[in-house]
């Protein structure tokens, strides 16, 4: 794809124009051909765009015409214009509209079919529709063909001169932006292979058949150095970690990046350069992290597939960013061609999509680029060599880097422009690049089956614009042993032809003044013996090898390793969740659900590092259920309604509550067990134990209640105790309290056993009575305070309910009433 843009300059209105897909067609056949185009909406106008391609394409153009119809009223027609002059500024309706395609064949030599399409621009200003087909059947004689004109090239190239003539004029190329110019040659050139001729920034390129004046610059050198910064999108941490790493090794004194932009995300990352820490700042906008680092001139985009496209738009539209490397594979072709003609039109470097990137030697690189550090450092990537690389393939460009190591100085650049159909940049670009660095002498290209980019790079070699030894080979000479067409790895690996064929393009290469090896076992070897030919004629002096430093190893692999030893933070003894599957006291998550187990169970593993008998677990579950809630006029309950119609979150209202719980308010269970226990070990009677806590000043903790009473029981309590005289072994200590309850009955009608006192008694009976404590584990569970955790737990559920429920009655804010305070002095 080419955008052709022209500046809003001395009143010159912005055109973008963007090429079709190249469709293949034979006069004189009865095969299926097709148009594309695209149309794009501008403020004042909207622009239809296409054009056809083909192998004998002079003889059909000329015959055929686009017409253009409102489809609310298809006998009115909005447009009719010829093939190859297919650029037409209009002012189209938002509204639907018909496209079919005309033919000026003469009816007694050619029958001629067309569908009629129908583009949409109600919903989108700018709509990409086709491919619009078509059937030509030649009747009783070929069609003589049409000379090709020549009149419009001569008046292209008149135009370029004066334009490069005059200065303040050159913006105003674009007005002529939309002729085709014809041209004779029948070459298998792509869009992205242009011959220039005229000054850089302008080319005229060559298609198959047709010619378009496009406006086109690729960096003419280096595009990194040792100062280059990146901002890296879509915050990777492993990629992000092996750039700082590289930069440590090449003895850069700043980070290669500069920041991070992570879309709703603002703030600072922490990463190690060299055994610094550092914190790389966090930006949501890719134009606050242009504003914030205007020297970070390179984007790298790790977003997806999905995402990556207007992502990398949005870079490209920063007046600070230089060079787009798109990670992800899976880019729609539409999206990526638009991407192209931006990054070209606007002198931009893209690099990708589907690519690993790239890297200079010594000075930066990007994302995982050449793998692992002891990669890069056996490749000799930390410090400069004298070859330039370029592939299509990441992963072979690390084997190749490794290779080049091997049997060179190492290389100066390497870059892998992606496999996918339409690269960002091709290698001829990279090439071209390379030819013009004083520090490259050499230059290798791995190229690849499909597509005919190659092509591009045996024109420069025709044409003399590549100086320097090239050392050439493409993959996929296998795919002739297969008696079907195959899709290699890349979506552009897929021949279409024999052109596309490896050996095709490897003889091309050949034929042009590559260095091309008879197989790819042979590569290395020419690799070397070009270098070593370099080096005996003095054209270079290899790069001497230098000790890199030290890389710090993270403390989590040194440790997994076996290097070191570190002491830990925090000891867990409950759970573990370094596994597939979180444990909680060793057994795992799914085993918990596969044997039904329920609450009762988790909190047995987690509280007490056991799985205690169902008949344990189950009163723990009746402990938590009925003590859920007491009503909304207990303190805790109260204070969280309170916090609630005060417009606090549920967890504030939630602490609000639970905050209350102490010796008053559900915090005596603890207590009750750790003083009846003590008595009865102790084998004081009631009296000798009520009647000590009193000289002591302490109320019997688990004994009195403001409502219950002597003939109005708590039922709790009562349930309780029935539970436990049915499944417990022993109920000693519940006993005891029931002895200690009639002795403070004879003073008083409400002193009865409260549910704190039962539950604490009961659970003494559980730990003593279940076998599986010890004495001194049972005094420590009730010294630190596990019973009282069970009130927590349940009561949780309450305030919950609570708040909740004041917040779904919406209401107020709450004020105690004047008239229930008693104002005093």
Not at 670 to 685: I, N, W
Not at 743 to 766: E, M, R
Not at 774 to 798: M, T, W
């Amino acid at each position: 794809m080419v955008k052709i843009v022209a500046k809003d300059y001395l009143g010159v209105k912005t055109l973008e124009r963007a090429s079709p897909e190249s469709i293949a067609v034979m006069v004189g056949s009865e095969d299926v051909r097709g148009l594309d185009f695209v149309v794009f909406e501008q403020p004042d106008i909207t622009i239809l765009s296409g054009h056809v391609e083909g192998n004998d394409i002079e003889d059909l153009q000329p015959h055929l015409s686009v017409e253009i119809r409102l489809a609310s009223d298809p006998s009115k027609v909005e447009s009719v214009f010829p093939l190859p002059l297919v650029l037409l500024a209009r002012d189209l309706p938002r509204s639907k509209h018909l496209v079919q395609l005309r033919s000026r064949f003469p009816s007694s030599s050619h029958r001629f079919q067309s569908e009629i399409l129908e583009v949409d621009l109600e919903k989108q200003p700018q709509t990409h529709a086709g491919p619009l087909r078509y059937n030509v059947k030649e009747e009783n004689h070929k069609q003589e063909p049409t000379p090709a004109p020549v009149f419009p090239l001569i008046v292209g190239v008149s135009v370029i001169a004066l334009f490069i003539s005059i200065p303040r004029l050159k913006d105003l190329y674009q007005l002529a932006a939309g002729w085709f110019l014809w041209d004779q040659a029948q070459s298998p050139n792509t869009l992205l292979s242009p011959r220039v001729i005229a000054s850089p920034g302008w080319l005229l390129v060559r298609c198959r058949g047709c010619l378009f004046l496009a406006f086109s610059h690729m960096a003419t050198g280096q595009i990194f150095s040792r100062n280059t910064q990146a901002l890296f999108y879509n915050y990777k941490q492993l990629p992000i970690q092996r750039m700082l790493d590289f930069d440590f090794l090449c003895g850069r004194e700043t980070p290669s990046v500069a920041g991070i932009i992570n879309p709703g995300s603002e703030g600072f990352q922490k990463l190690f350069f060299g055994q610094e820490e550092i914190a790389i700042p966090v930006h949501s906008m890719i134009e606050a992290a242009c504003s914030a680092h205007p020297t970070a001139d390179v984007f790298i985009n790790f977003a997806s597939f999905r995402s990556a496209a207007a992502s990398s738009m949005s870079a490209l539209k920063q007046p600070t960013i230089r060079v787009v490397a798109i990670i992800a594979e899976g880019v729609p072709e539409s999206d990526t061609k638009q991407l192209i003609a931006y990054a070209r039109a606007n002198n931009k470097v893209l690099i990708g999509p589907a690519t690993v990137g790239g890297i200079q030697a010594g000075a930066f690189k990007i994302g995982d680029t050449a793998g692992t550090i002891d990669n890069i450092i056996q490749c000799k990537l930390y410090r400069p060599g004298s070859v330039g690389f370029v592939s299509k393939s990441g992963g072979m460009s690390n084997e190749l880097y490794n290779t080049i190591a091997r049997v060179t100085d190492g290389i100066y650049e390497g870059i892998a422009i992606g496999g996918d159909v339409f690269p960002g940049s091709t290698l001829s670009d990279h090439v071209l690049r390379f030819n013009n660095m004083p520090q490259v002498k050499m230059m290798v290209v791995l190229g690849e089956l499909g597509g005919r980019d190659e092509y591009s790079l045996v024109e420069a070699l025709k044409d003399g614009k590549v100086h320097k030894p090239v050392v050439a080979w493409v993959s996929g000479t296998c795919a002739r042993l297969f008696k079907s067409e195959v899709q290699f790895g890349h979506a552009g690996a897929k021949s279409g032809g024999e052109l596309e064929s490896a050996q095709a393009k490897n003889q091309a290469l050949r034929e042009a003044g590559a260095v091309v090896p008879t197989s790819y076992e042979a590569f290395e070897t020419a690799i070397k013996e070009t270098f070593e030919k370099l080096v005996e004629e003095g054209k270079i002096a290899p790069v001497p090898d230098v000790e890199p430093p030290q890389i710090p190893e993270d403390l989590k692999y040194a440790i997994k390793s076996g290097k070191v030893r570190a002491p830990t933070h925090i000891i867990s003894t409950i759970s573990d969740d370094r596994g597939e599957e979180p444990c909680y006291a060793g057994v795992p998550m799914s085993s918990i659900i596969q044997h039904g187990y329920g609450v009762g169970d988790v909190i047995s593993l987690l509280w007490f590092k056991r799985s205690l008998p169902r008949y344990c677990t189950q009163f723990i579950e009746i402990c938590i259920m009925l003590c859920a809630d007491h009503g909304p006029c207990v303190s805790g309950a109260h204070n969280t309604i309170v916090t609630a119609r005060a417009g606090k979150d549920l967890v504030s209202s939630l602490v609000s509550g639970l905050l209350t719980i102490g010796p008053r308010f559900g915090g005596a269970i603890d207590d009750a067990a750790r003083y009846f226990k003590d008595a009865c070990d102790r084998g004081l009677t009631p009296y000798e134990f009520v009647e000590g806590m009193k000289k002591k000043g302490i109320r019997v903790p688990g004994i009195g209640h403001r409502i219950k009473s002597r003939d109005n029981r708590d039922k709790r309590v009562q349930l309780l105790q029935q539970y436990a005289h049915t499944h417990f072994p022993s109920v000693k200590y519940m006993e005891y309290a029931v002895q200690v309850e009639a002795y403070t009955l004879s003073k008083a009608n409400n002193l009865v056993l409260n549910v704190d006192g039962a539950i604490g008694s009961l659970f003494l009976d559980l730990l003593a009575g279940s076998g599986m404590f010890s004495k001194q584990e049972i005094d420590e569970i009730v010294e630190i305070g596990y019973l009282n955790g069970l009130f927590v737990l349940a009561r949780s559920i309450g305030l919950i309910g609570h708040t909740f429920d004041q917040k779904r009655l919406k209401q107020p804010l709450y004020r105690h009433p004047w008239e229930d305070v008693l104002y005093t002095k």
